[in-house]
């Protein structure tokens, strides 16, 4: 059952590497700079430092852990007294992506710059215009992966295998690339009453389709392929007691699609006429759909003068719980950690107003 069970998650995770489909995360609004470059200094203060940690499928495979991602982000809302109406965001992201105990490893390093212009009355809807360029440092660890010519009958070892890499027949290249990256997002937002305000944006990423070349000779090209987003939320504040933030995401990428959708509810346990001001802790459920998986996705956060913190919790059912049953696994969940902080340096003499999407 082991050695089934190496087998399946050894070719998942090199299915994985090889077609090379991209991180997500259940917090997606917390990481604003991976969601969408548009977003970048999009938020009322002078800088903004955002870290997420996800953690999926633990205990799944003997390399650990099977999936991890964790991401660090610094972006700054600048020159909004001599733009008056909008803001030049600048920032800078890391994301390491690990599969398998880094049998696959991959570090983005990512450069952003957004412009942010408000119209009409009080800047009440305005539109980021965003771009994102660095490199993708991907590493491959050949000798945490194994091929099915390498398996030979074996009466005499426990489960009637064994493996030798030998005769596994795979000519591998170097497993240490560097390749550019490069994407662009847009974002449209819309405060048409006091407290009630609409969102929505879409991105663009991979627009290089770097290549994955991990197999000599190989008869086929692997490129990463490009992904689309499309991300709203409406914001509704209820008599400075309460706010109700439903949104929803779809990304697609390759013949991959991916919906995410749901309702966080949050109660300002400190009330004050400044939102900024105000102590709030939230509750979500959200929900993904991915083609015969189904995740239900429980979330809780606190937020205070800049502060917010937040954990989301991913119970995956449907095709992917099936699989685990059947190969013998742990029951596929993940987990994620987020924290991030809104600062000002100095307070502007005109308050150009940008708010911070939360979904």
Do not use: C
């Amino acid at each position: 059952m082991k050695l089934r069970l190496y087998v399946v998650v050894a070719f998942l995770v090199g299915f994985l590497g090889l077609n090379a489909q991209d991180f997500h995360f259940s917090q997606f609004y917390a990481s604003p700079l991976t969601l969408n470059p548009a977003l970048t200094g999009n938020f009322n203060g002078f800088y903004r430092i955002t870290g997420i940690y996800r953690n999926q499928w633990p205990g799944l495979t003997q390399n650990k852990p099977a999936f991890s991602t964790p991401s660090i982000s610094l972006d700054f809302s600048l020159l909004k007294e001599k733009l008056k109406h909008g803001s030049l965001g600048v920032g800078l992201v890391f994301v390491n992506d690990q599969q398998n105990g880094k049998s696959f490893n991959t570090n983005h390093i990512l450069g952003s710059v957004a412009y942010n212009m408000g119209f009409g009355p009080k800047n009440k809807f305005q539109v980021g215009l965003g771009f994102q360029g660095g490199v993708a440092m991907t590493k491959v660890d050949f000798s945490k992966l194994q091929f099915a010519d390498g398996y030979y009958s074996d009466p005499s070892s426990g489960t009637g295998f064994s493996y030798d890499a030998a005769q596994a027949g795979e000519s591998l290249a170097s497993g240490s690339k560097v390749k550019g990256v490069f994407n662009a997002g847009v974002f449209l937002k819309y405060e048409f009453k006091e407290g009630m305000r609409v969102y929505a944006g879409y991105s663009f990423n991979n627009a290089t389709r770097y290549k994955q070349d991990y197999i000599l000779n190989s008869i086929e090209e692997f490129h990463i392929p490009f992904r689309h987003t499309i991300h709203g939320g409406f914001e509704f504040d209820v008599k400075d007691a309460a706010v109700l933030i439903p949104g929803v995401l779809f990304q697609t990428q390759a013949k991959a699609t991916e919906t995410n959708f749901g309702l966080t509810a949050g109660i300002h346990v400190k009330r004050d006429p400044n939102p900024l001001q105000r102590a709030t802790f939230f509750l979500g459920l959200w929900n993904r759909l991915n083609k015969g998986n189904y995740t239900l996705i429980p979330k809780v956060g606190f937020e205070y003068k800049g502060f917010r913190a937040g954990f989301a919790y991913d119970a995956h059912l449907g095709k992917q719980y099936n699989d685990s049953k059947t190969i013998g696994g742990s029951y596929p969940q993940a987990f994620e950690i987020t924290l991030s902080y809104i600062g000002n340096i100095f307070v502007p003499k005109e308050d150009n107003y940008l708010f911070n999407p939360r979904y």
